[in-house]
């Protein structure tokens, strides 16, 4: 796997059940992935020796995130290194405009390359303000992403974005009522399966919290969505799983985002689902069949522990364990990273029946994670 | 942790998930723990110097195994590292007589220690023929116990056994219904819980299925063997988790062995209860509260994966691929070992509502994983 941040991490250990030990490739030695794996290669990404050395030492490349450069993996491919995802079905992660281009008919906002102001204030003009701009490629958690208000707007940011190199479109501001996200895989031989749709709650373009599955979400719509999941998987010739990431809104739902690998917003199945979506994802690239994808409880939720505004004064251990004194039931998983500000270092999932007794719990639960503190007045010395 | 077989590279597991990588001490880097670990020392665990450099790295000293001679362990604990379980605890695992004595008023089988032949001859004489011959350390999976038929046998085998320098002990053989066991935590603090109480089927002396829960116990009397199981982890001091293996027979149970340490008979708690026993474990020896251990389906299956009489027509993975096509909801824990016959070397879980139909699907899972052959004749092609 290439990166060896969480999402590798989390992969190892559904590695080592299947027999396997992953090999990752790390730019350091205290990377998450790094922390637990035995066989780490150190190298960068973007360096097409460091890619080719580490894809000959393993049966089948994978990758943590998507930022691989995709002329390095054709290289690799026609070198006839194993890719999966494929260079192909990854440029669909890596390049928004083009998987709006290859998905319009499945449904995405209007949407259009911006390559002058004039672009911009055009579409703005005919679709609506505000109107959000995005980097074509590399933005995640919020980058990337720039809300224009206004036609004065739209100029200085275009205009500076452009300066700067950056590849840019402009898409409608969709009235939404909430986002959604389906989590798919797809083997190499064609098999293709999904978990239960998931709501995602954002706050400041960083996911907190996953509620599965999605409340309140009708049946038939919900067969819907995972029917376009594997349908999207289909097209673009997924090998792995991906995140669909999804807006809701009166008049259905439409694509927001791709992300062809393990995704946040499947986390919640490692305890909640009868397969991961790391088991899954180690099966889709060796092309065993799939495992079943059944939730294990009514109601799971997910909910991340974020690095603290400002450091606490209790330190993690500590923290662990009043968190498992007062929850007894709370699954963590603890990346091993450096504590900063909003950096996702871990998340909690929890199980029931209720959702709001659930997603009370998993969010008081990953909020003392983050900074010692009950956000519920809990005093620890019983007092 | 001191030794890297399947009950460390498990440990390690859920120690990714606390933040943690475990350190094992290793007799050689193709062991199942080693293999998945970037925190490998190499070393014997008969060697003090090897175990005091490792226990001198590590924050806390823990085992695979009850094999750490007890004189060592405490040589460390008065030079300062911590051990847990402590050599007091662990004894009771390491020496049946020993454990006997301590526990005879909590329900064991007569017994006696074994210095000369008619030691063995007068217990067999008084409390019956045939009765069980145990060596006092060492022994496992069947190895170290010898029936003793009739006098005659008990002069030729005992007299063979302390020729050779074994210590030795004799025990009534119990008539017994079938095992029990229950697994049991405890922390530093004093914090103790056990899981349900298990049956464990044995055949040749090796355990090859367990069902949780053990099928039919009267919850009244689950309820005392969990007690029964808190006071000895009590008495004996205990610190991580430990098996209690017990005879359910006509008059109650009466205790068998002990290991101070995570055990076959909690497999099944990896994906069967809330807490597996190798998250607590872990949470046991660094002082945490311990986890809330829930049986998450009516009926939990494990059945052990044991290496072949012969080598398979079909290869290990080739395996894994035709059981995920058919048990889609199977649990597959491979330990990276070389297939040797009768060797332990993966295990699989099943869940559900129905004794029989898990039970069946995790026997026929491990039978075609060991053998490449389905016991009920399924034919793989579909013809």
Known sequence: ????????RMTHQAAVAL?????????????????????????????????RAFGKSVDVLTFDHEHVPGEHLRTLVAE?????????ALVHAQNKLLMRERLADLGVPPFTEVLSVDDAVKFGNEHGWPCVLKSISGGYDGRGVWMLDDPAAAETTVAELL???????????????RELA???????????GTWPVVETVQVNGICVEVLAPAPGLDPDRADAIQDLALR??????????????????DDGVVINELA?????SGHWTIEGARTSQFEQHLRAVLDYPLGATDQLAPVVVMANVLGAPASP?????????????RFRDAHVHNYGKQERPGRKIGHVTMLGTDLDDVRRRASLAAHWLSRGEWADGYDIHGG
Chains 1, 2 share one sequence.
Do not use: C, W, Y
């Open 182 to 192: 389906v989590m798919v895989a797809r083997s190499p031989f064609g098999q293709g």
């Open 80 to 88: 006839g290194i194993r890719v999966h995802p494929a260079p192909e």
């Open 1 to 8: 796997m290439v990166g060896a941040g969480q999402l590798a």
């Open 163 to 177: 300066e700067a190199g950056t590849p840019l479109m402009v898409e409608q501001k969709v009235s939404m009522r």
């Open 313 to 325: 004064a209790m330190g993690p251990d500590e923290r662990l364990h009043h968190l498992f004194a």
């Open 260 to 264: 062809t690998r393990p995704h946040n």
């Open 232 to 249: 999207i998987a289909d097209r673009i010739g997924l090998t792995g799983v991906m995140a669909v990431e999804l807006f809701d809104t």
């Open 19 to 51: 027999g396997q030990s992953l090999h990752v490739l790390a730019n350091s030695l205290d990377e998450p992935a790094a922390l637990v794996s035995p066989n780490t290669s150190l190298g960068s990404h973007t360096d097409l020796e460091a890619l």
